[in-house]
């Protein structure tokens, strides 16, 4: 079972850069990680994924090492609408394997 | 709005009572999945169908629970003879199948039973 570890919570301030690392123990060969945002009362919503080395969307960016077994995701400049859970679910089979993901507050 | 819709948003019922909730996929995806999540917890995985086939379903649903995709178009979750331990938050989440395997999630049913 593909399950990852992320911290409970992290708090930062509005302007800042926010890292959260997951860590992908027993991830898969053909596994992507995904990262995903979750705002109360609404589903979770999809950041970004890569494979593996360096991918950046329009909202964040996504640092994955060679080996795999972790995985960094970065918020530049954050603001106060990306308080919110972010999830770096597992995977088993078609299954996403989702921990309580990490509370991120942003204070300003 | 081309994203997953699930209706309804909310459902008061009462112990004992059936419910059954709807999710209407991208309309290009294939694959279908039921989520089930409480407060402080991450999504618990219920069940999956590619196209109309149900392909797996969680050991720890019940048989209370029935999923089913006609056509492999909408899903219908339905749960019976509610208990309260039943009050959640069920989402579902739709994808295609091609490398990297996102899926994408519909704003979520939220079920109260009292």
């Known amino acids: 079972l593909a399950k990852t570890t992320q911290p409970i919570s992290m708090d930062s301030y509005e302007g800042q850069e926010v890292n959260i690392t997951c860590s992908h123990n027993?991830?898969?060969?053909?596994?992507?990680i995904t990262w995903y945002q979750q705002f109360p009362s609404q589903g979770p919503r999809f950041i970004i994924q890569?494979?593996?080395?360096?991918v950046t969307n329009e909202v964040a960016s996504l640092f994955i090492p060679a080996d795999r077994k972790s995985s960094t995701l970065s918020l530049p400049r954050v603001s106060l609408s990306d308080t919110a859970v972010y999830y770096c679910p597992g995977h088993s089979n078609y299954q996403l394997i989702w921990g309580a993901g990490t509370k991120l507050i942003i204070k300003p | 709005d081309t994203g997953v819709s699930q209706d309804p948003r909310h459902k008061i019922t009462k112990r004992g009572q059936n419910v059954t909730f709807r999710c209407d996929p991208i309309s290009e995806h294939n694959r279908l999945y039921w989520y089930r999540q409480t407060l402080g917890q991450g999504p618990e995985f219920l069940t999956y169908?590619?196209?109309?086939?149900?392909?797996?379903k969680s050991r720890l649903l019940s048989d209370r629970f029935s999923a089913e995709r006609p056509k492999g178009s909408f899903s219908t979750l339905e749960i019976q003879r509610t208990e309260q331990g039943d009050s959640a938050m069920y989402l579902c989440?739709?994808?295609?199948?091609?490398?990297?395997?996102?899926?994408?999630f519909g704003p979520g049913t939220r079920l109260l039973v009292l």
């Open positions: 169908f590619q196209n109309e086939a149900q392909l797996e």
């Open positions: 890569g494979y593996k080395t360096k």
């Open positions: 027993n991830i898969a060969t053909n596994d992507y």
């Open positions: 989440a739709s994808s295609y199948t091609t490398g990297g395997e996102t899926q994408y």
